[in-house]
């Protein structure tokens, strides 16, 4: 996942409707302290694995997956012995924590294995080697260590400590690590479907998504952004067919101008862009109090001055994309020779659905753009899913996880719900789970975030030890089954 463009497309448009303030909001904390350079120790180890995912074979890199598991047995032991861990198939890993009362709703927390590869021609750009897991200057650097390592390692040694303390939930908890986040997600695909086939539906589930910006673009100031909601995700192909030949002696439309004018008609028929549905507003009330002035006032009054705050996010990319379905031409192939006429053209578009469209709504929006191109098709070409539901921003479930983030966060940072304009794996329990959530509390400013998927990925090793606060935390507190 690409939290960089997740985050900052969310700072930019700020949050939604009803959100509690940062005053409102309850820190919860539990009473245990973490060694961040002990947790720094294993994530250094942990990010020279190579664990690198491959769309088109689950076994590449096999040995180095193979090892990082092996490596996260002996360093878990607790957990490896006690929480019945399964593998579900190609490496996905599922514990199981039995909780005493079998008829509280579970909870799953989610984190993956992989990470993505280094561009090639760019290792010479890192102040460390990417693979070594360096501790240097208050930071482990390394790919991986925000996106999501970091966040996998927290987690685990929190879930260790509890077991080391002899916590015994009321409630069930499923630890999800995937092997394959970065390409597709079929792992927690296969986890959402176990719990399916155990007749379980969960409370909530708990995946990366969001983290705390320390300098947030319209505040300047920290602001922890929780992930309630994000997009689909469809890919579709344009077929334009025409007369083949000579080029000498060419049509009026060939088939790649007939499918130039495909694309142009499909951006040029965009989707509707509106605050309405999705987390936006929410987002806007959450961070109007850290606003100042006019910006604050019509933030807090979104209905009023919505219309002035669309005009406002339609001009910037990432804020747009915030509030609409994206339409992104990404590939185009067709001709074999300069002197021979294309009998065929083809282009790939790319589109993060907003809640408000769907699949098959957003599918035949772009069959009437060129309904009036004969010779043009689409049809998607992989596999979509659409949005999954936003989740409550006023209900328990919000309160344990922004209240468990404001107990880790300094006091006043306002608790923000945005939409993750990306994909991450806690979407395949849209049917499995009553609230989707996606926060790590790893603290940012921007030109750290901007690392993720790049060149320097590093993460505090103070904030460490704050994460594995926080998921153990979530523990204790979700655990306890209200009466």
Not at 237 to 249: D, F, I, L, Y
Request: glycine residues 8%.
């Amino acid at each position: 996942m690409n939290i960089r463009i997740l985050l900052a497309s969310g700072m930019l448009a700020l949050s939604a409707c009803g959100a509690p303030t940062a005053d409102e909001t309850r820190p919860l904390r539990q009473n245990v302290v973490f060694d961040a350079n002990e947790i720094a120790r294993d994530l250094s180890q942990a990010i020279q694995y190579r664990t690198i995912s491959s769309a088109f074979d689950p076994r590449a890199s096999w040995e180095e997956f193979e090892g990082f598991r092996a490596f996260l047995a002996e360093r878990f032991p607790l957990m490896h012995a006690r929480l019945s861990p399964q593998d579900l198939g190609d490496g996905q890993l599922l514990f199981t924590w039995t909780g005493s009362d079998e008829n509280a709703q579970p909870v799953v927390l989610l984190a993956h294995q992989d990470v993505v590869p280094i561009e090639p021609g760019t290792e010479d750009q890192w102040s460390y080697p990417p693979f070594d897991g360096t501790i240097a200057d208050g930071f482990v650097w390394g790919r991986g260590t925000l996106d999501m390592k970091g966040h996998l390692m927290a987690l685990l040694h929190a879930v260790e400590r509890h077991l080391e303390n002899g916590t015994q939930p009321q409630r069930t908890f499923y630890i999800s690590l995937g092997p394959d986040e970065e390409v597709g997600g079929l792992g927690a695909r296969r986890a959402a479907q176990y719990l399916a086939d155990q007749g379980q539906h969960a409370w909530f589930a708990l995946d990366e998504g969001g983290l705390t910006v320390l300098d947030s673009p319209m505040t300047n100031a920290p602001a922890a952004m929780i992930g309630v909601a994000e997009k689909g995700y469809m890919t579709v192909t344009v077929t334009a067919r025409a007369r083949g030949g000579h080029s000498s002696t060419p049509p009026r439309a060939t088939a790649i101008s007939l499918l130039a004018r495909a694309i142009t008609a499909i951006e040029e028929n965009p989707f509707e862009h509106s605050l309405n549905e999705g987390p936006t507003r929410a987002m806007l009330e959450a961070m109007a109090p850290e606003m100042e002035g006019m910006a604050g006032f019509a933030a807090a009054n979104n209905g009023i001055f919505g219309p002035m705050i669309r005009g406002q996010l339609m001009e910037q990319d990432a804020a747009r994309a915030l509030i609409g379905t994206t339409i992104a031409p990404t590939i185009v192939e067709g001709g074999v020779k300069d002197n021979v006429l294309p009998q065929e053209a083809t282009g790939t578009i790319n589109l993060r659905l907003h809640p408000r469209d769907t699949v098959e709504s957003a599918l035949e929006h772009l069959r009437r753009s060129v309904a009036h191109l004969d010779g043009v098709t689409i049809e998607t070409n992989q596999w979509a899913s659409n949005a999954p539901p936003v989740a409550d921003v006023d209900g328990a479930a919000w309160d344990l996880i922004a209240g468990a983030a404001a107990g880790q966060a300094e006091p006043g940072t306002p608790m923000v719900p945005f939409m993750v304009t990306g994909a991450t794996d806690v979407r395949a329990f849209a049917d499995t789970a009553d609230n989707l959530y996606r926060y790590s509390p790893a603290r940012a400013v921007m030109a750290d975030v901007a690392r993720i998927h790049g060149d320097d990925e590093r993460i505090a090793v103070e904030d460490l030890a704050r994460m594995s606060g926080f998921f153990y935390t979530v523990i204790a507190e979700a655990g306890v089954v209200e009466e």
